[in-house]
């Protein structure tokens, strides 16, 4: 017996489907998108995030970001083509009077606060010099923008803003007389960045490897064990036992809890949008590390059994579970120390490899547990999420003034914690860092529908040629595909994978079963009883 029960592991499963069912965000966080702007001459309406290069007495320093404003001059976007210059603290501080300091070509360093944004950049303007960096009040970079009704502006230089606590560094130093130098561009972020290849391939893979799964990690048949004198009786007993097995260990989506799954997984998405809070957040992360951690044990333990059988015979009597293996409580322990140094460590910059671990091991074990009988039920479940993720997407901005699925993918800016349902990948060619990302919703809907083809495949002798399942995983992989696609014809929006997916595996599934004239089976399959197979002795026996 392995640790935990398979009721545990059914309820487990349950509870993971239902959280990661929610979020089914495909390719990526999407930019945020602020209301224009009023049409003022002078202002571009665009803000440019910055990277700062400075050096203190030659001594080059660490970068740090910030941003421009809506007015003035728009920096290079190649380092190649930025200035170095001098930095001067402005007299005064807040640069809203006529300046003392000699600012001729250095770059202004001021405070926020005091008077508007545009009478600080034109003073320091005025004052000769070559640009202005403004220091926030706060570890934030606030947007610096247009007054509807100013007069226009003839700003020439850039204008920036940086956090409180790098402008501090930089004050510091300057009335230290210390010699600041600055170097200010904008480098752009790629719309699709490269890593996005391993993410696909993670997602194919996971999909792949919970459809063999069963196939390649079940027992194996051992000719020793039938009785050469009553081979079909052997043969009969043990399909049934197995059949009887599968049914044990499996939960089957009807159509009905198809459609109540995706309504209340749209209520919950709405409170957590809502209702959004670090302890909220807290609990999924819990629920995410237990999920993980029974998928983890199951996989771990179910390769162990089959390299060495008899690794699983000593057992020891646990509260709650009785008797166990010693190997199944080993391993349980293994994970759960894994789970809790991840959770210790998630908000750090390598932790997405740990997430991505645990939600692969997760959706493996959910892909096991849950299936869908037949095409009826898949095509009730995914066209259901098709129009469910289309909705929260693209369509939810026009009641909440936002998409819902994108903000609460981003979770919490005040804690930094967020939904950890999601596989993530750092961008490896923007300057800029951040993550590309993908719902577990878009590899569990799909995985559920191929996990079924994989299946039917077997059940019914297809082999490679005439099955499902190889068509099933091309269309799964270009469904992927045309997200990332997508994602670079709409400039870096959010997509609903789903919305590529669907049609490349489900359609894929009914037109191939319409060329083979297999969609009634398809469809009805496992509602009707097979033959009873004729295990009446010959009577010439």
Not at 424 to 447: A, E, T, V
Not at 492 to 503: D, E, K, N, R
Not at 517 to 539: C, F, H, I, M
Request: hydrophobic share 45%; with cysteine; charged share 15%.
């Amino acid at each position: 017996m392995s640790l935990p029960p398979f009721s545990c592991r059914i309820l487990a499963a349950a509870v993971a489907f239902y959280l990661t069912g929610l979020l089914c965000l495909g390719a990526g966080e999407a930019p945020s998108k602020d209301a224009a702007a009023p049409k003022i001459p002078g202002c571009s309406n665009e803000y440019q995030m910055v990277k700062v290069e400075h050096w203190v007495n030659g001594e080059n320093g660490e970068d740090f970001s910030g941003m421009t404003a809506q007015f003035g001059a728009v920096l290079p976007f190649d380092k190649d083509k930025a200035v170095r210059l001098p930095v001067v603290l402005t007299t005064p501080l807040n640069s809203c009077a006529n300046l003392t300091s000699k600012l001729s070509g250095s770059i202004a360093l001021s405070v926020r606060g005091e008077c508007t944004f545009t009478a600080k950049a034109q003073v320091a303007q005025a004052g000769g010099a070559a640009a202005l960096v403004l220091i926030n009040d706060k570890e934030e970079l606030d947007e610096m923008a247009c007054t509807e009704g100013e007069a226009p502006l003839t700003l020439t230089i850039p204008v920036l803003m940086i956090t409180t606590s790098s402008g501090d560094a930089l004050k510091k130093s300057l009335m230290a007389n210390k010699k600041v130098e600055l170097l200010l561009y904008a480098p752009k972020s790629p719309v699709v960045d490269y890593a996005v290849a391993f993410l696909w391939l993670m997602s194919v893979g996971t999909v792949f490897i919970a459809s063999v799964w069963s196939h390649c990690t079940g027992p194996k048949e051992n000719d020793d064990e039938y009785n050469e004198l009553s081979p079909k009786k052997s043969s009969v007993d043990g399909a049934t036992k197995d059949a009887t097995k599968d049914d044990d260990e499996t939960l089957d989506i009807s159509a009905t809890g198809a459609v109540i799954f995706v309504i209340s997984a749209s209520t919950f998405l709405v409170l957590l949008f809502f209702f959004m809070s670090s302890w909220f957040i807290l609990i999924l992360t819990v629920f995410f590390c237990i999920g993980g951690m029974q998928g983890m044990h199951n996989i771990i333990y179910t390769l162990i059994t089959m390299r060495c059988n008899k690794c699983d015979r000593k057992t020891v009597k646990v509260p709650l579970f009785g008797n166990v293996t010693i190997l199944s409580l080993m391993v349980l322990l293994f994970c759960f120390v894994v789970a809790v140094v991840w959770f210790i460590n998630r908000k750090t910059s390598y932790a997405w490899a740990g997430q991505d671990i645990f939600g692969i091991c997760l959706m493996i074990n959910v892909l096991q547990v849950a299936r869908l009988p037949n095409i009826r039920v898949a095509t009730i479940l995914l066209c259901c999420a098709f129009f469910y993720d289309i909705f929260w997407v693209f369509l939810s901005p026009l009641i909440f003034k936002q998409s819902v699925m994108i903000a609460v993918a981003r979770g919490s800016k005040d804690t930094g914690e967020s939904i950890p349902m999601l596989l993530r990948f750092p961008r490896l060619s923007d300057p800029w860092g951040g993550y590309n990302m993908i719902g577990f919703g878009d590899i569990l809907f799909p995985g559920l529908l191929i996990c079924f083809i994989f299946r039917y495949d077997r059940e019914n002798n297809k082999g490679v040629v005439k099955g499902y399942f190889p068509w099933l995983m091309f269309g799964y992989g270009l469904g992927l595909f045309l997200t990332y696609l997508g994602l670079y014809l709409m400039n870096g929006h959010g997509q609903p994978a789903l919305l590529y997916l669907v049609p490349c595996t489900l359609g894929i599934t009914v037109i191939l079963g319409l060329v083979r004239k297999e969609l009634r089976d398809l469809w009805n399959y496992g509602t009707q009883e097979p033959p009873a197979p004729d295990v009446n002795p010959s009577p010439g026996a």
